[in-house]
């Protein structure tokens, strides 16, 4: 019986009594229309004003998730449909489930994920709060395009739907709001095949305020954007930092310059030296975490990381890092030679810095880059927890 359902529609409802009995109608209404194999699906989340009861009424299927959130909600949701597509919507009436034929024709052509565009399908007076629509959709939503290489226009359209064994695949484990998120740039990662048709937003009947907290929320969605995406939270911006950094060095570390009348000396050569280190221990934070993240799941293998696994050791980690390393010590020597020669009397500092600062640099890296190899081996380590003696 189950093979026969093409699609469930699925609502994750919470005290959605004003609403959730008129969203069922209508999604009754497309099934019968345009002859869908399919089912309401109704995820009730802690209801206490009579939602779940009044959703079976109207012909829904009602099952309770256990763990409260929005993810929680469609994560439970999605194991216990019967369809082969998924179509999720809020039980708030602020989408029209009645007019859901364009993202089912795009899931029969092939789609693994389809999203819903507001802002191209229209956005009705009030349906949306001036900071969602002017400053966070399109923020996130850009930062979301430009991390994960999408042309998504909407990264957190609440009306999308879905090939129910591609999504299941991807493991999606948010319970909060950033669920809608994590659905999308997983998809990305893993290559889904993912559209987008336009939709219209309505202002919701529910009466009361939403569970979307702005502030709150919306830093939920922006931590998960970052950490997954080591290269743009890490990578990028410590290769600036460290080649900006070096090219201060050599370039200062000869002579003083001075460039449309301002002088860099050796003031900015400190600047140089703390930006070549911290762009160093940036770039070793984007190895960790990416390593990490290939290993428990929340990001998929790549040719890097299969690299890393297979022929990464901490002695060749170690020898490149002491390789550094001496290299500091020796320039310290020489330093401390140039001190000696002058009969360890007072020093221009003008010129001793320009030794003291690269030395001091290259021992930081080095100390850095050895810790970090000592990191990844911890990380390597197997999991010993099942084993017996």
Same mark, same amino acid.
Request: aromatic residues 10%.
């Given at each position: 019986?189950?093979?026969?359902?093409?699609?469930?529609?699925?609502?994750?409802?919470?005290?959605?009594?004003?609403?959730?009995?008129?969203?069922?109608?209508?999604?009754?209404?497309?099934?019968?229309?345009?002859?869908?194999?399919?089912?309401?699906?109704?995820?009730?989340?802690?209801?206490?004003?009579?939602?779940?009861?009044?959703?079976?009424?109207?012909?829904?299927?009602?099952v309770t998730a256990?763990?409260?959130?929005?993810?929680?909600?469609?994560?439970?949701?999605?194991?216990?449909?019967?369809?082969?597509?998924?179509?999720?919507?809020?039980?708030?009436?602020?989408?029209?489930?009645?007019?859901?034929?364009?993202?089912?024709?795009k899931l029969r052509?092939?789609?693994?994920?389809?999203?819903?565009?507001?802002?191209?399908?229209?956005?009705?007076?009030?349906?949306?709060?001036?900071?969602?629509?002017?400053?966070?959709?399109?923020?996130?939503?850009?930062?979301?395009?430009?991390?994960?290489?999408?042309?998504?226009?909407?990264?957190?359209?609440?009306?999308?739907?879905?090939?129910?064994?591609?999504?299941?695949?991807?493991?999606?484990?948010?319970?909060?709001?950033?669920?809608?998120?994590?659905?999308?740039?997983?998809?990305?990662?893993?290559?889904?095949?993912?559209?987008?048709?336009?939709?219209?937003?309505?202002? =919701? !009947?529910? *009466?009361?305020?939403?569970?979307?907290? #702005?502030? $709150?929320?919306?830093?939920?969605?922006?931590?998960? /954007?970052?950490?997954?995406?080591?290269?743009?939270?890490?990578?990028?911006?410590?290769?600036?930092?460290?080649?900006?950094?070096?090219?201060?060095?050599?370039?200062?570390?000869?002579?003083?310059?001075?460039?449309?009348?301002?002088?860099?000396?050796?003031?900015t050569l400190s600047?140089?030296?703390?930006?070549?280190?911290?762009?160093?221990?940036?770039?070793?934070?984007?190895?960790?975490?990416?390593?990490?993240?290939?290993?428990?799941?929340?990001?998929?293998?790549?040719?890097?990381?299969?690299?890393?696994?297979?022929?990464?050791?901490?002695?060749?980690?170690?020898?490149?890092?002491?390789?550094?390393?001496?290299?500091?010590?020796?320039?310290?020597?020489?330093?401390?030679?140039?001190?000696?020669? =002058? !009969?360890? *009397?007072?020093?221009?500092?003008?010129? #001793?810095? $320009?030794?003291?600062?690269?030395?001091?640099?290259? /021992?930081?890296?080095?100390?850095?880059?050895?810790?970090?190899?000592?990191?990844?081996?911890?990380?390597?380590?197997?999991?010993?927890?099942?084993?017996?003696?």
């Amino acid at each position: 019986m189950n093979e026969e359902i093409e699609l469930t529609i699925l609502m994750p409802c919470l005290n959605e009594a004003a609403t959730v009995g008129l969203c069922v109608e209508k999604a009754m209404a497309f099934l019968s229309r345009y002859a869908v194999a399919g089912e309401v699906l109704v995820v009730d989340n802690g209801s206490l004003d009579g939602s779940p009861e009044l959703a079976i009424k109207k012909g829904a299927r009602v099952v309770t998730a256990m763990e409260r959130g929005y993810g929680a909600a469609l994560q439970c949701g999605i194991e216990m449909a019967n369809g082969q597509f998924i179509i999720m919507g809020d039980a708030d009436d602020s989408y029209d489930f009645s007019a859901l034929e364009g993202m089912l024709e795009k899931l029969r052509a092939g789609s693994d994920l389809v999203m819903g565009n507001r802002f191209q399908g229209g956005i009705a007076t009030n349906a949306m709060p001036f900071l969602h629509r002017y400053v966070g959709n399109p923020v996130l939503s850009f930062i979301g395009r430009l991390f994960y290489r999408s042309a998504i226009g909407d990264f957190h359209c609440g009306i999308r739907g879905f090939r129910r064994d591609a999504i299941r695949k991807l493991r999606l484990q948010c319970n909060g709001m950033e669920f809608a998120s994590e659905m999308v740039v997983k998809s990305a990662l893993h290559r889904l095949r993912i559209s987008e048709v336009p939709v219209r937003l309505y202002k =919701d !009947g529910r *009466g009361r305020p939403p569970h979307l907290r #702005t502030w $709150r929320d919306g830093w939920r969605h922006l931590k998960f /954007l970052l950490l997954h995406s080591p290269r743009w939270l890490f990578l990028l911006p410590g290769a600036l930092l460290f080649f900006t950094g070096l090219a201060g060095m050599l370039t200062i570390g000869a002579h003083a310059w001075r460039l449309a009348g301002l002088g860099f000396d050796i003031h900015t050569l400190s600047y140089a030296g703390a930006a070549i280190t911290l762009g160093v221990q940036m770039m070793l934070f984007a190895v960790l975490t990416r390593f990490v993240a290939a290993q428990r799941g929340w990001l998929p293998e790549n040719i890097f990381t299969a690299w890393f696994a297979r022929d990464f050791s901490l002695e060749l980690g170690l020898i490149f890092a002491s390789t550094i390393f001496l290299g500091g010590v020796a320039m310290s020597f020489y330093a401390f030679g140039c001190w000696a020669m =002058d !009969g360890f *009397g007072e020093l221009d500092p003008r010129s #001793t810095m $320009r030794l003291v600062i690269p030395s001091v640099t290259l /021992l930081a890296v080095g100390g850095e880059m050895g810790l970090s190899a000592f990191v990844l081996e911890a990380i390597r380590q197997p999991d010993c927890r099942g084993s017996t003696k």
